[in-house]
């Protein structure tokens, strides 16, 4: 069953395993203050485990994230694929914090996956992207290089700094 809110209400599940499906669009990621994606269609598989005292977390991510080119600026579409895991310890003691692992007080009933599934998916990215790894477009917009390679000042390099450059991005961006 496809999820249309956040909430694991997990107070409910029986021990055992459980299969969740959500699907992240445009709307998702535009609910989030956030500049690193402009948009995406990523469906999550999330498989519960649940025992007394603890729930497994295991999260399939498959789908695109809408991205601007490293090289060339142009909008393309990087398909992302990748799994994570999120452990869940129910109790009102104390525990270290650790990567990966939350812990809930025994009188919570639901945990709130909202930026869970915005932060693994995320994580899905690679340093650099390129047009060539997308799925829109196969090679880098020549036009878009050929003006980015060529400085407005033939004295000045363009550089991130430069305030022609600022503005030239500026434009692309529309
Ligand atoms: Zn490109």
């Given amino acids: 069953m496809e999820r249309k809110d956040w909430l694991l209400q997990y107070g409910s599940l029986k021990e055992g395993l459980h299969h ?5 669009d445009n709307d998702f990621f535009d609910s989030f203050e956030q500049d690193l994606v402009l948009n995406g269609h990523v469906n999550v598989l999330l498989n519960v485990y649940r025992s007394e005292n603890y729930l497994q977390l295991d999260f399939k991510i498959e789908g695109t994230l809408g991205k601007e080119c490293d090289v060339c ?11 994570a895991s999120l452990h869940v310890k129910i109790s009102d003691k104390e525990i270290e914090d ?5 812990q ?7 945990l709130d996956l909202r930026q869970h599934l915005f932060d693994y998916t995320l994580l899905q990215l690679p340093m650099r992207i390129e047009c060539k790894d997308s799925v829109n477009r196969k090679e880098c917009d020549a036009e878009l290089l050929s003006k980015l390679n060529q400085p407005e000042d033939d004295e000045k390099p363009a550089n991130e700094d430069h305030p022609e450059w600022q503005k030239l991005k500026g434009i692309f961006k529309n």
């Avoid at 969740?20 to 992240?24: E, N, P, T």
């Avoid at 600026?73 to 799994?83: A, N, Q, T, V």
């Avoid at 650790?98 to 939350?102: K, N, Q, V």
């Fill in 20 to 24: 969740f499906d959500y699907h992240l």
């Fill in 73 to 83: 600026l142009s909008e393309l579409d990087y398909p992302i694929k990748g799994e």
């Fill in 98 to 102: 650790e990567p990966d692992l939350i």
């Fill in 104 to 110: 809930v007080p025994t009188a919570e009933i639901e």
